[in-house]
Nanobody
């Protein structure tokens, strides 16, 4: 069993930066993938990016590539989402999710592939 907790989030002006974190507890093996999703009001949950827990390889969806960075601190069992150059369209509830098995990029974009979810944290970007 894995628990994910997401402190952070908040309100930031357009063009600003914000970092959200995802603290994991429980048995996380080297095969785990930790992903970030977001969901804006009235929209489907959208894949943002993911990182492999052990190897650290990561990938992002096109709309955030170059602006967002996912990193991890294995000692703290925490994954971070650093968001720079924020835009109003980045406003959403951000969720971290964990899969116990590695995922190819196409599969990783599907929320159904993830077994564990955080409670979500609100990120609001004012224009």
């Amino acid at each position: 069993q894995v628990q994910l907790v997401e402190p952070g989030g908040g309100l930031v002006h357009s063009g600003g930066s914000l970092r959200v974190s995802c603290a994991a507890s429980g048995s996380i093996s080297s095969s785990y993938v930790i992903a970030w999703f977001r969901q804006a009001p009235g929209k489907e949950r959208e894949f943002v990016g993911y990182i492999n827990w052990w190897g650290g390889s990561r990938t992002y969806t096109d709309s955030v590539r170059g602006r967002f960075t996912i990193s991890r601190d294995n000692a703290k069992s925490t994954v971070y989402l650093q968001m720079n150059s924020l835009k109003s369209e980045d406003t959403a509830v951000y969720y971290c999710a964990a899969s116990p098995t590695s995922l190819e990029y196409a599969a990783a974009r599907s929320p159904a592939k993830y077994m564990y979810w955080g409670q979500g944290t609100q990120v609001t970007v004012s224009s």
